[in-house]
């Protein structure tokens, strides 16, 4: 059944990215509580949202979202930038902090990725680009960016 094969795949990801994620804290490498590393993806996958955007995809109140992201701030994991546009309004950056945090299920979907590359024709790829570019565009309205 495809919904299991896709099922399968999603957790496959999440489990090493978890299993990485345990590595890290036993090294003490992190410091991101579980929480933190909801929101820092999200800020990530919005690619500089302001706070107001990153409150609305989190569906959280807009106090509660200053709140998480200061205490991101003050760890080192994001940085506001004053907008060129609306001096009022701050930008959410990940840090290199993060971006190394990130690269952690980052590097596994490239390792994934190539070999998928080897393993399926040229049609094949193509075909399954175009299926992963329809359900992002039109089977997930839900998901705003």
């Not at 090493?16 to 994620?21: D, G, I, L, T, V």
């Not at 680009?129 to 329809?134: A, D, H, K, S």
Request: with cysteine.
């Amino acid at each position: 059944m495809l919904q299991d094969s896709f099922s399968k795949v999603y957790t496959k990801f999440k489990m090493h990215f978890y299993q990485k994620m345990f590595e890290k804290l036993q090294e003490r490498e992190t410091s991101l509580t579980t929480v933190e590393t909801f929101c820092m993806e999200i800020i990530y996958a919005l690619d500089k949202p302001t706070v107001a955007q990153f409150a609305d995809m989190a569906n959280i109140s807009s106090p509660n979202a200053a709140y998480k992201i200061n205490n991101l701030v003050k760890k080192g994991y994001l940085k506001k930038v004053q907008s060129e546009e609306d001096k009022r309004e701050y930008h959410l950056e990940v840090t290199q902090k993060y971006i190394d945090y990130y690269n952690i299920s980052n590097t596994y979907l490239k390792t994934v990725m190539g070999r998928i590359e080897d393993r399926f024709s040229k049609e094949e790829l193509e075909t399954m680009e175009r299926m992963l570019n329809v359900i992002s565009a039109e089977l997930m309205p839900e998901i705003k960016y």
